[in-house]
Every structure is written in structure tokens, then in C-alpha cells.
């Protein structure tokens, strides 16, 4: 049986990583998510599962490019590691508390689409990036939001 294919949203700092560093890269562990509920949508994807690669924290904030789920969910060895900034004390190799996926490359747009597109495309008005206090890292996207974004994006190719 055929699973569905599902839509997500990642958002990186392009100082700390760039959809150009997994161009280069190719594929990379989703590593130092630290939040249970974006954690859980980890744990909810799948091989296959297509990602709106997404630069926060910058000048243009917006979705530079898309990626996809690589591997299944697994515990993410940072937690693990003392002279890692994601450490965490409390989690151990028998009860690991975070998770992570490999993301894969798939394509760069050649200009991104930005918050601002985002906002003002009537038809994207309620994907959580968009809500009022929404922070997280990972978050799911509805099928029709993740067309509509490529849509966006080919206006530029």
C-alpha cells in the first residue's frame, strides 16, 4: 500500500545553513530541533515527504527552495554529545528524547518567495508560518499551499 505524499515547511537561518549548503551537501541530518512539537512532526514524516526549504531570521525571509524526507525518524546523536550546544541531560541512548530526519536536496528557486509573497497571496492567509505566534522550525503544510508556493516560485523561471 501507497502512503500519501506530505507536504512540510523547515526553517533554517541561512548563516547556520542554507538551502545552497545542501545543494552542496546533497543530503544532511535535520539535527538541534528542540521543541516537542515540531519533534512530533518529525516523527510524522516519511520518505518521500516533499519540504519548503525556508530562510528565517534574515534581510528576504522566505522559501528558497525545495527538499525532501530522506530517511525515517531517528534520535538525534547530538543529544548525546556533551560538547554539543543541542545536549540534553536528560535523554540517554535506551530513552532518547529527540528525533531528526535526513533532508535531501531537490531544488534551489531562482528567486525565492518571500514572506511578504506569502502574506499577500490571499489563498496562503492560513498556513501556520503565517499565525500569530507561531515559531516553530517544522511545521506541516496543506497540499494546495505547497502547489501554490512552487506556483509562486515558477514566476521567476
Known amino acids: ?12 537561518e541561512p548563516e547556520s545553513y542554507s538551502i545552497g549548503h545542501l545543494k552542496k551537501d546533497r543530503k544532511t541530518a535535520w539535527n538541534g530541533v528542540r521543541n516537542y512539537q515540531a519533534r512530533n512532526f518529525m516523527r ?5 515527504d516533499q519540504i519548503l526549504f525556508y530562510h528565517s531570521n534574515c534581510k528576504v525571509m522566505g522559501v528558497y527552495g525545495v527538499a525532501k524526507v530522506a530517511s525515517a525518524p ?32 531537490v531544488s534551489m528557486f531562482k528567486e ?27 511545521t506541516p503544510v496543506d497540499p494546495a499551499h505547497f502547489n501554490t508556493i512552487l506556483a509562486l516560485a515558477k514566476r521567476y523561471m
Open 44 to 48: 510524522d514524516m516519511k520518505i518521500g
Open 112 to 138: 525565492p518567495v518571500t514572506l511578504i509573497d506569502i502574506r499577500a497571496t490571499p489563498s496562503l492567509k492560513s498556513m501556520i508560518i503565517l499565525q500569530t505566534g507561531s515559531r516553530l522550525s517544522v
Open 74 to 105: 531517528y534520535p538525534d546523536p547530538t543529544q548525546f554529545d556533551p560538547k554539543s550546544h543541542y545536549f540534553d541531560t536528560k535523554a540517554t541512548k535506551a530513552k532518547p528524547i529527540w528525533d531528526l530526519v535526513d533532508i535531501a536536496y
Open 1 to 12: 500500500m501507497k502512503t500519501e505524499t506530505r507536504y512540510w515547511l523547515m526553517k533554517s
